[in-house]
């Protein structure tokens, strides 16, 4: 059997599915209050500029994947309006029903379907809009999700995937000082759980830096792929076209 990285662990590829939904099960009570937390808040601006960049209008259909508590989804939702349609999806069950559970708190009925982004249940060329945010580094096989993601495009829609890249150099030894000794701090603290936070710092150390997940959404026949560093590139949101 093929192996791939959970962290700084090489497992066998069937296991890392379970493996990631073992990390945000355990994690799923105190998950907003962590993503606040850990990034001091930034997230909810990087999460805004995201939600600027896709551009979502009246009517449009959005895919959410990886969708989380929903932060992308509601904010989508508010922009497509009562002609459009955004669909929530992740993988975990717990994540999933957060999301679900926000959307209705507002009054929005969005739905949600829980599965793996490589194998979306989706008719090729659906959605105008897909996101992927802080999501796409646990799933095993990247490639053919970023395949599956272009799939369900149309023809001109956009995919946005936001995520953890590679920070500006001269910051790198305090970012690893703070993502190996503060986060997993933080996660034994606040959410009773260390290793959850000690593998989010190993894997984004193992994920593609920006240039290289420029190359990925190439190769899965995206085009005019360009990238945004936010926070000196402790995050960087990538956008390309199906064309």
């Not at 990034?39 to 960049?53: D, E, I, M």
């Not at 959605?127 to 999501?135: E, T």
């Not at 000690?198 to 990238?227: F, N, T």
Request: hydrophobic share 45%.
């Amino acid at each position: 059997m093929s192996q791939t990285d959970f962290g700084y662990r090489r497992v066998d590829a069937g296991e890392k599915a379970g493996r990631v939904a073992g990390v945000f099960s355990s994690v799923a009570a105190r998950y907003d209050l962590m993503n606040d937390l850990m990034s001091g808040g930034l997230h909810r601006l990087w999460k805004a500029f995201t939600v600027a960049v896709a551009g979502v209008r009246e009517g449009e259909r959005v895919l959410d994947i990886a969708a989380g508590s929903g932060d992308l989804a509601l904010e989508f939702a508010r922009r497509a309006g009562p002609s459009g349609e955004v669909w929530l999806t992740d993988i975990n069950r717990e994540m999933i029903e957060r999301g679900r559970d926000r959307a209705l708190d507002r009054g929005l009925p969005l739905p949600v379907v829980q599965c793996d982004a490589e194998a979306l249940p989706f008719p090729s060329d659906t959605f105008d809009c897909i996101s992927v945010a802080f999501g796409l580094r646990n799933m095993t096989d990247k490639d053919a999700a970023l395949a599956e993601m272009r799939r369900v495009l149309k023809p001109a829609g956009r995919l946005l995937v936001l995520e953890f890249s590679r920070v500006w150099a001269p910051l790198a030894k305090l970012y690893d000082w703070y993502s190996f000794t503060m986060l997993p701090w933080l996660g034994r603290t606040v959410a009773g759980d260390e290793s959850a936070y000690r593998y989010l710092a190993e894997s984004i150390r193992m994920h593609p830096d920006q240039e290289g997940l420029k190359a990925m959404l190439e190769r899965a026949g995206l085009e005019g792929v360009e990238y945004f560093n936010l926070s000196a590139g402790v995050v960087a949101l990538h956008r390309g076209y199906k064309y």
